[in-house]
Nanobody, 115 residues
Framework: QVQLVESGGGLVQPGGSLRLSCAASGIIFRLNAMGWYRQAPGKQRELVAGITSRSIPNYADSVKGRFTISRDNAKDTVYLQMNSLKPEDTAVYYC?????????WGQGTQVTVSS
């Protein structure tokens, strides 16, 4: 049974930083491209950052230069370092494979950027 457990969200002021973590189990993590997705209220879920099995990252234009995705295959964990956060980054953040598997969605972690 695959489990993806996200953590690290919270309330942060504009310009602040957060680091999200996603611990995976039940998959051969090192062979999978992984990604961070987010869903804001009233909007569709979108991919904001991905990382290949060889650790090559890619980013949505909206987060490029502010977010950094990384992975630790020894820990089966993918991270998202988020800097210079903006109110429009407010969303529930999820991790999943890239492309996503509909059976793998976890609970997500809420990120709220507000003063």
């Amino acid at each position: 049974q695959v489990q993806l457990v996200e953590s690290g969200g919270g309330l942060v002021q504009p310009g602040g930083s957060l680091r999200l973590s996603c611990a995976a189990s039940g998959i051969i993590f090192r062979l999978n491209a992984m990604g961070w997705y987010r869903q804001a209220p009233g909007k569709q879920r979108e991919l904001v950052a991905g990382i290949t099995s060889r650790s090559i990252p890619n980013y949505a234009d909206s987060v490029k230069g502010r977010f950094t995705i990384s992975r630790d295959n020894a820990k089966d964990t993918v991270y998202l370092q988020m800097n210079s956060l903006k109110p429009e980054d407010t969303a529930v953040y999820y991790c999943n494979r890239v492309p996503p598997n509909s059976n793998y969605w976890g609970q997500g972690t809420q990120v709220t950027v507000s003063s």
